[in-house]
């Protein structure tokens, strides 16, 4: 056999059910003679054992990473709801099955309850999983600071790095906020996504209604980059450079950058970015770009041409701000291929996925099911470098103040209570 992987699932039971869904809780271990990094696939299955019909059919496989720390593999507990066609009254009594479907090399193993098992040693690249912080919270609220610090692998300051805080005054710059987040990642071992250099919102009144001539603008623009990524050189290893350079109507946007410089505008940012810190990745970011769709082939027009005329780009980010089950893995690997193609890489940079609140059991497992698809289309992806999410917790996210009525979008809920979608990105957060 291979590589030697030898694993098995146990303690399946059926936790809670209702008349549409059930989820189903199991524990997934490895032993310790699989190599570093390990994916396995897993379904959920009826057996012959559970009643007819009540499962529809097989779920769609699901990816599990693990990672091997320094005391060997943490057994992974999961949660997954399937599909039943009506409610019964003797849910304790429903068998299933889990299977691992990576079955060309392995072992069978079978559990107390008969839960066969094919293990496989397929070995992927995991990406970076990171969060959007606020500096003031970290400061403030240390359970918020300790999940921070030891989950994730990467962070995004979420306002700190932003013209309005960065350079209140024109040439005048306050480093406090973003140096706080550095400062905290590098403590904690973290690398930091920079967000954002060229960007129509959170600019300061000085600079888009002073009247500035392009050359001032350029000059404006490019000592800003200079500065800003000049000194985080070294520590924030991507950049998002431009954001949000589509608007709605799938024209390029106008803003103080495209209509004070021009068309070259995004060009120029992007050089004089590679200038300030030749090591950093630099992307473009944008939202409502996941799938096939107008405005996401006016952004890979511009990020093509942008390539074709040898402007330093190195990724696109794909903001992932979405409902329930608005996202699909078709969709998404449509959008990361052809990136894939111009030679750059993707990431899934302001993950959230909002829903009406207060929030039902079946819209967080529904919930659950759409971060499913966000981590396993990046963990496909050979050109996925990171799923970050836009915030961690519930209780600071920016979705109740800019959508009436919906919230609870993020892995951890108000009380830092984990929630189905933790269990999502649990396999490839630290720890
Ligand atoms: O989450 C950010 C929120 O706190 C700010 O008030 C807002 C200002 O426009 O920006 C939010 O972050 C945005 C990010 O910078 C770009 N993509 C969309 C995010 C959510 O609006």
């Given amino acids: 056999m291979a590589a030697g992987v030898h694993g098995g699932i146990s303690d399946g039971s059926v936790v809670e059910g209702n008349s549409g869904r059930?989820?189903?809780?199991?524990?997934?271990?490895?032993?310790?003679?699989?190599?570093?990094?390990?994916?396995?696939?897993?379904?959920?299955?009826?057996?012959?054992?559970s009643r007819g019909s009540d499962f529809l059919a097989p779920t769609t496989p699901r990816r599990l990473t693990f990672v091997k720390g320094a005391n060997g593999f943490t057994p992974v507990a999961k949660m997954v709801t399937v599909p039943v066609a009506s409610d019964?009254?003797?849910?304790?009594?429903?068998t299933f099955a889990v299977v691992l479907s990576n079955p060309s090399v392995g072992v069978l193993l079978a559990d107390a309850a008969g839960i066969g098992t094919i293990i496989d040693d397929e070995t992927v690249r995991r990406p970076l999983m990171g969060a959007a912080v606020r500096s003031t919270t970290l400061a403030q609220e240390p359970g918020y600071a300790d999940i921070a610090g030891t989950r994730f692998d990467l962070l995004t300051p979420e306002n700190e790095m932003k013209w309005d805080v960065v350079e209140p005054q024109r040439g005048g710059f306050d480093f406090r906020a973003p140096d706080a987040i550095v400062t905290f990642a590098v403590t904690h071992g973290q690398t930091v996504h920079g967000h954002t250099l060229a960007w129509h919102q959170q600019n300061p009144a000085w600079l888009t209604?002073?009247?500035?001539?392009?050359?001032?603008?350029?000059?404006?623009?490019?000592?800003?980059?200079?500065?800003?990524?000049?000194?985080?050189?070294?520590?924030?290893?991507?950049?998002?450079?431009?954001?949000?350079?589509?608007?709605?109507?799938?024209?390029?946007r106008s803003s103080i950058w495209t209509t004070g410089i021009?068309?070259?505008?995004?060009?120029?940012?992007?050089?004089?970015?590679?200038?300030?810190?030749?090591?950093a990745k630099l992307y473009i970011n944008d939202y409502n770009i996941e799938a096939p769709s107008r405005k996401s082939d006016a952004l890979y027009a511009l990020v093509a041409g942008m390539v074709a005329r040898g402007v330093p780009i190195d990724g696109v980010g794909f903001q992932t701000h979405r409902t329930l089950g608005s996202i699909s893995a078709p969709g998404l690997r449509s959008q990361?291929?052809?990136?894939?193609?111009?030679?750059?890489?993707?990431?899934?940079?302001?993950?959230?996925?909002?829903?009406?609140?207060?929030?039902?059991?079946?819209?967080?497992?529904?919930?659950a099911d759409t971060y499913a698809v966000a981590r396993d289309a990046c963990i496909a992806a050979p050109?996925?470098?990171?799923?970050?999410?836009?915030?961690?917790?519930?209780?600071?996210?920016?979705?109740?103040?800019f959508f009436t009525g919906l919230g609870a979008a993020l892995p951890w809920d108000s009380n830092l209570q984990t929630k189905p979608a933790y269990d999502v990105i649990a396999p490839l957060l630290r720890n």
């Fill in 22 to 49: 059930r989820a189903i809780a199991f524990t997934v271990a490895l032993s310790e003679r699989a190599t570093s990094t390990v994916s396995l696939d897993y379904a959920v299955t009826p057996t012959s054992a």
């Fill in 88 to 94: 019964t009254a003797s849910e304790g009594n429903e």
């Fill in 383 to 401: 050109n996925c470098a990171s799923i970050t999410t836009w915030g961690f917790t519930d209780k600071h996210s920016w979705i109740p103040y």
């Fill in 262 to 279: 021009g068309t070259d505008a995004f060009d120029i940012a992007f050089r004089a970015a590679r200038t300030a810190d030749p090591n």
């Fill in 209 to 252: 209604a002073g009247g500035f001539t392009r050359p001032e603008l350029i000059d404006i623009l490019t000592n800003h980059i200079a500065t800003v990524v000049g000194r985080y050189r070294g520590t924030v290893s991507v950049w998002d450079v431009v954001n949000e350079a589509i608007g709605d109507d799938a024209s390029v």
């Fill in 336 to 367: 990361f291929d052809r990136y894939a193609a111009l030679g750059l890489d993707v990431a899934i940079t302001e993950l959230d996925v909002r829903v009406p609140v207060p929030a039902s059991a079946a819209d967080l497992a529904a919930q």
